[in-house]
C-alpha cells in the first residue's frame, strides 16, 4: 500500500505525496515558487499536483467575498486555482494551476488576497454579504450625481486576477493553415479509437488533446484495457499513429472554436512547458484547420453538488482527486469523505483507499452503487446511503462535514444529522458532456432524462460527437463509438474502410444517476450559509433565487444578474447546477430552462496566437515606390498614405515641415520641382468597346477625345457624389490610360470590373492595374521643359507641338517612357511614366539633368 | 472563415474574395424616365433577407472575377455559386 | 421600491426576500394606445419617454426573445457624441445629456462611466480628419480636444507610441464626457421604469404581422396572439428589413455580423476608451476587468449573431499594435451581433409610408451610445405622429431626396 509522507530523498516536504505509481518522473525533481517560497515537485506535475503534494490548500481568494478557496478541478474546469505565471515581460496572467505543467524554477504567484492570500483583509466581504447580493451595484452607488467616479475606483480597485505584462512580448506566435480529411477534438479512448480507424484507411487525420499527453481519462483511470494498463494501450495507439505519415498529432493543442463551414481553430502551447521564454521558438501556434470532417471526442465534465460551504479548501471534484491520486501520484488528504449520486465517484474512493486515506462515501441514493458498491465492500469502505452532505466545517480548510440522513423524499425536512470529521472531500453530481464545440457549429442539444444532462443533438456541419461528450459513460462503449466514428468520417472522405478491432475491456454494470443537484440545507435556501454554483464569480442559490425574484426569469438574464458563468472557466463547472437552480425556483424543468450560448473560446486563447505573425513588421504591407531608396537616402521622412509610404518633404540643414515644404513650393514656382507620384493609381483600359466604357463610367464625353490627348476625369458613384478623379488619357484608338488618386486605386478597378462583368458583359473591354508597374516622376516649374529637354528627348517640348494636356509616346534618356503635359502645380509641368524596373535611374537622370536649375524634390 | 468556391478558381477561404452585396439588382436603363423614389429604390434598397440570399462575390485576391453565390443568412451555408449570367 | 445603499441595507436584514420584481410579466391586453416592437434598449427608452414625457398611458412592448438580449447586450458599451455632421452630432450630444442624468432618473445604476474617449490619428490624413472633426464639435458646443503624443502617453501609459511602429500614433482627439456604461443595466433599467409608469413588458411574444387597413396599422400579430394598436413603433436593431418587409416596405439597410470579445479578467491596466479607425479596433476594460474589444463588420450579410473569425484575428493583431504588452493576454471569450448598416452610416428614425407605423432603425455600429437619445426622439415622433427637429433629418426620404449625412468617418469602424 502506498503512504504519503515518507518518501526519501527530495521529496521530504511533499507531504502527500505517494512513493510509488503515477506517471511524474521521479528521477528528476525539480523546484518551484510559489508566493516567493520554494518547493520541491517532479517533472511531470502540473502547478496543481505539486502545490497538493506540498500540501498547499488555500491557493486563491473568491471574486466577491474574498473567501479562502483551494484546488476544486485537475482541468480546464478549475475555478479557483487562477495563478500569475512568471515575472516580468514574460509573466502570463490568469493560468490554472491544473494546466500549467511545471518546469524547474518557475514562479507562481496568487491572483487574489491582500495582502496575502492566508489573510485578505477583504474577507470582510463575506460578513457583510447580504449587501452584496446579485446586482447590488444596479442598486446603488448612485448618489450624488458625481460620485459614481469615487465609487469607480473603489470597484475597480478590486477588478481582475492577473496583471498584464509592461513590456512588449518578447515571444512570437505563428499562425498554420491546414487541411485534413478528419480533426479529431480529444485524444481519450473514443478519440484514439477513432484515430486509428480512421488513420488506417489512410485518410489525413489530425489529433488535438488539450493536455500534456494524449490518453484523456484513461491517464488516471485504473481500468485494464487487453489485459495491460489503459496507459500501456495508449502507447500503442500513440507509436501506431506516428507511424503513419498522413496523421498529425498535437499534444498540448486545444480546440477553442468552430466556426462555419468546418474551419476550426487549434491553440497549440509549443513552449509554455518548457520555460518562460524558449528563445527562437514560436511559442504557440493557432492552426487553422479546414476539415471535411470533424470528429469531437472531448469527453465529459464532472459536477458539484451544491450544498452550505460547498466552496472550502478541501472540496474537490472526485474525478480530479482520481486524478492527482493516480496520474500525479498526489493524495489530497487523508480523511476523506465521497459525496456522490452515481456510481463512478465510488472509483474515486477506491483510488483513495489504495492511496492510504480513510473513505467514507456519501450517496444520495437509498440503493447505492451496483458493482462498485460490492469493491468498496470488499475494501471496507463505509458506505451511507440515501444521505447527503448538508453543510462545511473549516474555513481555510474543510474539517468537517454534516451528513444526514434521509427518510423518504429529498425535501423533507432534516432532522437526523451527524458531523464526520475529515480533510477532503469528493464530490461528484455526476456529468455533463462538453458540447461547447458542438454548440458553436450551430448544433443545439437535448436533455436526457436518463442520463442526466444535455447531449450533443443533430450535428448541422459535417461532425460527430463520439464518447463521452456524447454523453456516453461506459470505456466499452466510448471505444466502440469513437471507432465507428472514425470509421464513418473516413469513408465520408472517401477512403475505403480500414480493419479496426476493438480492445477488450471490462464491462461495469451501474446504477442510474438521481437527480440531485442543490442538497436540502436545515434551512431555507435564502438562509442558509452559502450555496455556491459559480465559484469563481461567488454566484450562489441565494442569488439565483434573488435574480428570480426580482424579474430576471430567463436563463440569460438569470446569468447576466448574477454573472453566472461570466468567469474564466465560463461555466463550465457550475452553469448546470445554476440551471437546475433557475429551473427549481421556477417549477419547470432544465431544458425548458435552456442553456445559455457556448462561444469560442473553448478555453482562453492568447491574444499573440490568435494575431499570429501579422504584427509588427508584418501586420500590413508597406507599398514603396521604385525610387524609395534614394527618398530615404535624402532623408525624407515617409507619409503614410494607405499601405504606401511616399516621401513627405526633404528637410535641409534641420528645417522643419513648414520650412521645407515652403523651400519646395517656392523652388517649382521659381525654377523647377521634382516628385515622386508613383502612388497614384493606373489602369490601362484596352479594347473595342473602351469608349462606351468609359463614357459611362465618366462624365465626359470621351469619344471626342483625340489619341494622345489628355482630360481630367471625374468619376461619380450612383449616388451622384464624387468618387475619384484623375486623368484619362487616349493612348490609342482602342487604348486608354487611367490615373487614380492613391487611396482610391484598388476601390476604382473594383468598381470598373463590378460594372463591366455584371452590367455590361457585352462590352469588349480589358482593365489592367498598372500602379506597380509603372511609376510617375512629375517634373514641375518654369524650368521643367529644359530638365525635360536635357535628358535628351527625342519628341519635339514647344507648346504648340506639346501643349497642355497631352501625352507623347517618347524616348528620355535613352529610356522609352509615356511622356505626359500635365500639371498639379499650375506650373509648366511634365509627368514621366515609366517602367518601374527603370525609375530610379530615370529619376537620377532627372536630378542630373536638373542641377543647374537646382531642381528640388 | 466561410469556404468559397469560385467558379473559375475553385473552393478558396473567404479572405480571397471581396463581397459585393445583393446581385441581380439591374440598373435602370432610363434613369432620366425614373422618380426619386424608383431611383433611391435601385440605389439603397435592399432586399436583406433572413435566409437565402443571392450575392455577388469577387475573387479579389484570385482570378478578380465576380460571380453569384447563393447562401443562407443565418446558417450561411452555401448552396451553389455560378459564374455571372448563368441561372441556377 | 426605490432602490439605495439603505434599501440594500434593510432588505439584507429580511435575506433580500422583500425585493419586488424590476418589472411586471403580464398577458398581453387586447388592445394598448401605442406598441412598441422590440425589446432592446432603444425600445424600452422609447416605451420609457412616452409615458414620462408625453404622458401616453397604455403602452406595450413587444419582445420575442427576452429584453436586452439584442444588440443591448453584446456591444462593446462605448459612449460618445464626437460627430462629424451637426445632424448627427447634435442627436447623439442629446443622448450623452441623457446619460449623464440616466442612473438618477432610472433609479437603476446603468454604471456610466465618463472616462474619456480617444480617437488616434496615425498619420496626416488622420490628423486633418481629426482636426475637422474637433472643430465641428466645438462649433456645435460638443466637448473635444486634440491631444499630442505626450498626453497620450500619460493618460494610456501601456499604449504605444513608437514612431516606429506600423502605425505611428501621431494624436488624437478625446472627448472627456465620453465613457462606457453597464449595457445590460441600460436596459434592465429603462424597463423597470417604464414598469413602474405602467409600461406592459412582453416578452417571448414574436411579433410575426403587422396588420393594415386603408393604408393605416391596425396591430401586430404575435407568437401570442393579435394585439390591437394604431401606432406601432419597430426598434428592432438587426431585423428591421425582416419587420419592413412585413408591410411591404423597402429599408436601404443591409445586416452584417459585428463581432466583440473580451479578455479574461486582468487588474486596471487601461483607464480609459482608447479606438482606432486605421487599425479598426476599440478597446476598454471593464470594471470587471476584462478587456472589452470591437472589431470591424465582416463583409456579407449575416444574422447568425457570429462572424467569420479572420475578423477578430484582424483586430487582435490591431490591439497588439496598438498595445503590444497585451500579447500575453487571453480571449476569453468571443461574440457577435447583428448591425443594420444604413449607406451613410446614419439611422433612420421616423414615419413610415403606413399610417401609425414608425420605424427606429438603422444606427449601423453606433447604437448603443444613442440608447436614450434615441428613445426620447422616437418617442417624440410617435407621440405627436411628427419628428422631433432632432431626429427630423433622420428620415426615410433622405435616400430619395439625396439628404444624405455621410458618417462613415465617424462611425471609426471599417466599412
Known amino acids: 500500500m502506498n503512504s504519503p509522507g515518507n518518501m526519501a530523498g527530495s521529496g521530504h516536504s511533499q507531504v502527500n505525496r505517494l512513493d510509488t505509481g503515477g506517471r511524474i518522473d521521479r528521477a528528476r525533481p525539480i523546484t518551484f515558487k510559489f508566493n516567493g517560497k520554494a518547493y520541491p515537485a517532479f517533472s511531470g506535475d502540473t502547478l496543481a499536483s505539486a502545490l497538493l503534494a506540498n500540501g498547499i490548500s488555500l491557493v486563491s481568494r473568491s471574486f466577491k467575498y474574498h473567501r479562502p478557496r483551494g484546488i476544486m478541478g485537475a482541468g480546464g474546469e478549475e475555478p479557483n486555482a487562477i495563478m500569475q505565471i512568471g515575472t516580468g515581460a514574460t509573466t502570463q496572467p490568469n493560468l490554472r494551476a491544473t494546466q500549467v505543467e511545471l518546469f524547474d524554477g518557475l514562479a507562481a504567484k496568487t491572483t487574489k488576497g491582500w495582502p496575502h492570500v492566508n489573510f485578505d483583509v477583504a474577507a470582510l466581504n463575506d460578513l457583510f454579504s447580504r449587501l452584496f447580493g446579485a446586482g447590488f451595484y444596479y442598486k446603488t452607488f448612485m448618489f450624488p450625481r458625481h460620485s459614481g467616479d469615487t465609487y469607480e475606483k473603489f470597484i475597480r480597485h478590486a477588478a481582475g486576477f492577473g496583471t498584464a505584462p509592461e513590456h512588449p512580448d518578447p515571444d512570437h506566435y ?301 470505456l466499452d462503449e466510448c471505444l466502440a463509438e469513437g471507432a465507428e466514428a472514425g470509421r464513418v468520417a473516413a469513408s465520408q472522405c472517401g477512403f475505403d474502410i480500414a480493419s479496426v478491432t476493438l480492445p477488450a475491456t471490462e464491462s461495469i454494470e451501474y446504477n442510474a444517476i438521481e437527480a440531485l443537484w442543490r442538497v436540502p440545507a436545515r434551512k431555507d435556501p435564502d438562509r442558509c450559509p452559502k450555496q455556491f454554483i459559480d465559484y469563481q464569480i461567488d454566484t450562489t442559490i441565494a442569488d439565483v433565487r434573488l435574480a428570480i425574484r426580482e424579474g430576471y426569469r430567463n436563463v440569460e438574464h438569470v446569468k447576466r444578474y448574477t454573472a453566472m458563468g461570466f468567469g474564466t472557466d465560463q461555466g463550465k463547472l457550475g452553469n448546470i447546477n445554476g440551471m437546475a437552480a433557475i429551473a427549481e425556483c421556477l417549477g419547470k424543468t432544465i431544458p425548458e430552462v435552456g442553456t445559455t450560448t457556448f462561444r469560442p473560446a473553448y478555453t482562453p486563447v492568447t491574444f499573440g496566437a490568435c494575431a499570429g505573425e501579422g504584427i509588427g513588421d508584418l501586420y500590413e504591407p508597406v507599398r514603396k515606390t521604385a525610387i524609395h531608396v534614394w527618398h530615404a537616402n535624402a532623408g525624407s521622412p515617409m507619409e503614410i498614405v494607405g499601405q504606401w509610404h511616399r516621401p513627405w518633404y526633404f528637410p535641409q540643414d534641420g528645417e522643419n515641415l513648414h520650412a521645407a515644404v515652403a523651400r519646395e513650393c517656392l523652388a517649382t514656382r521659381n525654377s523647377v520641382g521634382v516628385m515622386d507620384a508613383s502612388t497614384l493609381g493606373k489602369i490601362d483600359v484596352q479594347g473595342p468597346d473602351a469608349v462606351t466604357f468609359l463614357e459611362r463610367i465618366y462624365t465626359h464625353n470621351v469619344g471626342k477625345l483625340k489619341i494622345g490627348r489628355c482630360t481630367y476625369g471625374i468619376m461619380l458613384g450612383e449616388d451622384g457624389m464624387i468618387m475619384d478623379d484623375g486623368v484619362m488619357a487616349r493612348i490609342g484608338e482602342r487604348r486608354f490610360y487611367l490615373t487614380t488618386t492613391t487611396g482610391g486605386a484598388a476601390h476604382v478597378l473594383g468598381w470598373l470590373e463590378l460594372w463591366l462583368q455584371t452590367e455590361w458583359p457585352e462590352l469588349k473591354v480589358h482593365l489592367t492595374s498598372l500602379t506597380d508597374r509603372y511609376s510617375t516622376i512629375a517634373v514641375a516649374g518654369p524650368h521643367s521643359r529644359k530638365v525635360i529637354a536635357n535628358l535628351g528627348c527625342d519628341v519635339d517640348l514647344d507648346k504648340d507641338s506639346f501643349p497642355f494636356m497631352t501625352v507623347r509616346p517618347a524616348t528620355l534618356a535613352g529610356l522609352p517612357v509615356q511622356l505626359f503635359r500635365v500639371s498639379f502645380s499650375g506650373e509648366l509641368a511634365f509627368e514621366i511614366n515609366i517602367d518601374s524596373n527603370y525609375a530610379l535611374q530615370m529619376w537620377q537622370a532627372v536630378m542630373a539633368a536638373g542641377e543647374e536649375f537646382d531642381i528640388t524634390p | 472563415m466561410l469556404l468559397i468556391r469560385c467558379p473559375y478558381c475553385g473552393a478558396r477561404d473567404e479572405s480571397e474574395f471581396s463581397c459585393g452585396g445583393e446581385s441581380g439588382i439591374s440598373r435602370p436603363l432610363n434613369p432620366d424616365a425614373l422618380s426619386d423614389e424608383q431611383w433611391a429604390d435601385y440605389l439603397f434598397m435592399r432586399k436583406n433577407p433572413r435566409g437565402a440570399h443571392q450575392e455577388l462575390w469577387n475573387h479579389a485576391q484570385g482570378c478578380r472575377r465576380w460571380f453569384n453565390v447563393e447562401r443562407d443568412t443565418v446558417t450561411y451555408k452555401i448552396a451553389a455559386t455560378r459564374p455571372i449570367g448563368l441561372k441556377g | 421600491m426605490k432602490y439605495s445603499a439603505f ?157 516606429n511602429s506600423r502605425y505611428p500614433i501621431l494624436g488624437a482627439s478625446l472627448q472627456r464626457r465620453g465613457g462606457i456604461a453597464r449595457h445590460d443595466a441600460v436596459a434592465w433599467g429603462f424597463a423597470r421604469a417604464a414598469d413602474a409608469q405602467g409600461v406592459d413588458i412582453i416578452q417571448q411574444c414574436e411579433v410575426t404581422g403587422l396588420k393594415q387597413s386603408n393604408g393605416s396599422i391596425t396591430g401586430v400579430k404575435t407568437t401570442r396572439g393579435d394585439i390591437m394598436s394604431d401606432k406601432v413603433g419597430v426598434v428592432v436593431a438587426g431585423n428591421a428589413s425582416v419587420l419592413a418587409a412585413m408591410a411591404d416596405i423597402r429599408l436601404p439597410i443591409e445586416s452584417h455580423p459585428l463581432q466583440a470579445f473580451v479578455s479574461e479578467p486582468l487588474k486596471p491596466v487601461l483607464d480609459t476608451v482608447v479606438m482606432s479607425g486605421a487599425v479598426h479596433g476599440y478597446i476598454s476594460q471593464s470594471d470587471k476587468g476584462d478587456l472589452v474589444i470591437g472589431a470591424g463588420i465582416d463583409a456579407y450579410t449575416g444574422y447568425g449573431q457570429r462572424g467569420s473569425f479572420m475578423t477578430i484575428e484582424h483586430a487582435m493583431q490591431a490591439i497588439i499594435e496598438l498595445f503590444p504588452r497585451f500579447s500575453r493576454v487571453r480571449m476569453l471569450r468571443q461574440w457577435g451581433g447583428i448591425v443594420d448598416i444604413c449607406p451613410d452610416a446614419c439611422p433612420i428614425i421616423g414615419k413610415m409610408p403606413v399610417t401609425g407605423l414608425y420605424f427606429n432603425c438603422g444606427w449601423g455600429t453606433g447604437g448603443f451610445k444613442a440608447t436614450p437619445g434615441s428613445g426620447w426622439v422616437f418617442a417624440h415622433t410617435i407621440a405627436h405622429d411628427h419628428p422631433h427637429e432632432l431626429n427630423a433629418p433622420f428620415d426615410l426620404a433622405r435616400f430619395s431626396t439625396g439628404a444624405l449625412i455621410d458618417e462613415h468617418g465617424a462611425a471609426a469602424v471599417a466599412h
Open chain 3, 7 to 163: 434599501s440594500l441595507l434593510r432588505n439584507a436584514f429580511s435575506y433580500n426576500r422583500k425585493w419586488q420584481p424590476a418589472w411586471r410579466d403580464p398577458e398581453p391586453k387586447k388592445k394598448y394606445d401605442v406598441i412598441i416592437v422590440g425589446g432592446g434598449g432603444h425600445g424600452l427608452a422609447t416605451a420609457y419617454y412616452l409615458a414620462k414625457e408625453h404622458g401616453v398611458q397604455n403602452i406595450a412592448v413587444l419582445e420575442k426573445g427576452y429584453i436586452g438580449g439584442g444588440n443591448t447586450g453584446r456591444n462593446t458599451t462605448i459612449v460618445r457624441s464626437n460627430y462629424l455632421w451637426t445632424e448627427a452630432a447634435l442627436l447623439y450630444e442629446k443622448s450623452m445629456q441623457l446619460w449623464e442624468g440616466l442612473s438618477q432618473d432610472l433609479n437603476y445604476n446603468v454604471m456610466y462611466s465618463q472616462r474619456g474617449v480617444y480617437n488616434l490619428g496615425h498619420n496626416l490624413q488622420d490628423m486633418r480628419e481629426i482636426e475637422r472633426r474637433v472643430s465641428a464639435n466645438i462649433l456645435n458646443g460638443i466637448d473635444a480636444e486634440i491631444v499630442g503624443p505626450d498626453e497620450i502617453k500619460a493618460n494610456i501609459p501601456a499604449i504605444n507610441m513608437s514612431r
Open chain 1, 174 to 474: 505563428e499562425h498554420c493553415n491546414a487541411h485534413c480529411d478528419v480533426l479529431i477534438a480529444g485524444a481519450g479512448p473514443a478519440g484514439l479509437m477513432a484515430a486509428l480507424a480512421a488513420g488506417r484507411t489512410g485518410a489525413r487525420v489530425i489529433i488535438a488533446d488539450e493536455q500534456s499527453e494524449f490518453g484523456g481519462s484513461l491517464l488516471a483511470a485504473t481500468d485494464l484495457i487487453d489485459g495491460k494498463p489503459g496507459t500501456e494501450w495508449v502507447g500503442d495507439v500513440i507509436a501506431e499513429l506516428d507511424s503513419m505519415p498522413d496523421v498529425i498529432r498535437l499534444p498540448r493543442s486545444t480546440v477553442f472554436g468552430y466556426f462555419d463551414h468546418n474551419f476550426l481553430g487549434v491553440l497549440e502551447r509549443r513552449t509554455d512547458h518548457l520555460g518562460e521564454h524558449i528563445h527562437g521558438e514560436a511559442r504557440q501556434r493557432e492552426w487553422r484547420v479546414r476539415a471535411r470532417q470533424v470528429i469531437l471526442a472531448q469527453g465529459a465534465i464532472e459536477r458539484p453538488l451544491v450544498f452550505s460551504n460547498n466552496d472550502r479548501p478541501g472540496i474537490m471534484l472526485a474525478s480530479a482527486v482520481s486524478t492527482f491520486v493516480n496520474r500525479y501520484a498526489v493524495c489530497p488528504g487523508k480523511r476523506a469523505v465521497v459525496f456522490t449520486n452515481n456510481d463512478r465517484a465510488y472509483q474515486t474512493a477506491l483510488d483513495l483507499h489504495s492511496a492510504g486515506a480513510k473513505v467514507v462515501i456519501i450517496d444520495s441514493r437509498q440503493e447505492g452503487a451496483a458493482a462498485l458498491a460490492d469493491r468498496a465492500h470488499a475494501a471496507s469502505i463505509p458506505v451511507m446511503t440515501g444521505s447527503f452532505i448538508t453543510n462545511v466545517r473549516g474555513g481555510r480548510r474543510v474539517h468537517a462535514v454534516d451528513v444526514v440522513h434521509r427518510d423518504g423524499n429529498a425535501d423533507s425536512r432534516i432532522a437526523k444529522q451527524l458531523t464526520m470529521e475529515c480533510d477532503l472531500v469528493a464530490v461528484s453530481g455526476g456529468w455533463s458532456p462538453a458540447v461547447h464545440l458542438h454548440s458553436q457549429s450551430g448544433g443545439r442539444n437535448t436533455w436526457d432524462d436518463e442520463r442526466l444532462c444535455f447531449v450533443p443533438g443533430k450535428s448541422v456541419q459535417e461532425a460527430v460527437s463520439a464518447g463521452s461528450c456524447n454523453g456516453t459513460w461506459p
